[in-house]
């Protein structure tokens, strides 16, 4: 299916790890990127490709990927990471696509 | 310095067009994926359009026939003409760069994609 599904809440206590997941059957074939989106601001790249990560980005933000499932991971979560991540990916006929969302917070 | 900025936005009836401009500085569009991205209120993102190479385009189900996407160069502006608007087209919509890129994964070469310059977005209102 073309479809990438996220849970949509998680929650991590300060300074834990948390993983973020998405799934979907174009993962397969192609790495998802992942933007961090906060209240009232345009979406923010955050990790792309392998485990690529923007300038500006911290190291305790990091992405994997295993079969249909990308993940994102955030080590020693601060408040400043809460936010809602949204994965991305596209299918074979090179429609791009979203996965729903993930609302993180920070307890 | 890389910047997008988005416009054309505002209140439509249903069944009116919007034409929204996004306003490229600082790279090229002719030499990237340009996309719209939109996010209705209080939902997620939406993927509706990308341009690329020459002429290529490609379009979410939810706005093919609908709306229509291109690039002026010479302008170094990508335009998306929105027609038939529906209630359901009300969102913020953004513009963003893509970029890509290729990995070798255990001797198989991985492709992966990017969006890593957005705009701030211009915000489209359908009712009546």
């Known amino acids: 299916s073309s479809e990438l599904t996220q849970d949509p809440a998680v929650s991590v206590a300060l300074g834990q790890t948390v993983r973020i997941t998405c799934q979907g059957d174009?993962?397969?074939?192609?790495?998802a990127s992942w933007y961090q989106q906060k209240a009232g601001q345009a979406p923010v790249l955050v990790s792309y490709?392998?485990?690529n990560r923007p300038s500006g980005i911290p190291d305790r933000i990091s992405g994997s990927s295993s079969g249909d499932t990308a993940s994102l991971t955030i080590t020693g979560a601060q408040a400043e990471d809460e936010a809602d991540y949204y994965c991305?990916?596209?299918?074979?006929?090179?429609?791009?696509?979203f996965g729903g969302g993930t609302k993180l917070t920070v307890l | 310095e890389v910047q997008l900025v988005e416009s054309g936005g505002g209140l439509v009836q249903p069944g009116g067009s919007l034409r929204l401009s996004c306003a490229a500085s600082?790279?090229?569009?002719?030499?990237?994926?340009m996309n719209w991205v939109r996010q209705a209120p209080g939902k997620g993102l939406e993927w509706v359009s990308v341009?690329?190479?020459?002429?290529?385009?490609n379009y979410a189900e939810s706005v093919k026939g609908r709306f229509t996407i291109s690039r002026d160069n010479s302008r170094n502006t990508v335009f998306l003409q929105m027609n038939s608007l529906r209630v359901e087209d009300t969102a913020l919509y953004y513009c963003?760069?893509?970029?890509?890129?290729?990995?070798?994964?255990?001797?198989?070469?991985?492709?992966?994609?990017?969006?890593?310059?957005w705009g701030k977005g211009t915000t489209v209102t359908v009712s009546s």
């Open positions: 174009s993962l397969r074939r192609y790495f």
């Open positions: 963003a760069r893509e970029g890509e890129g290729v990995t070798m994964v255990r001797g198989v070469i991985n492709y992966y994609y990017y969006m890593d310059v």
């Open positions: 600082g790279f090229t569009v002719s030499g990237n994926y």
């Open positions: 991305n990916s596209r299918d074979s006929s090179g429609n791009r696509l």
């Open positions: 341009t690329y190479g020459g002429d290529g385009t």
């Open positions: 490709g392998k485990n």
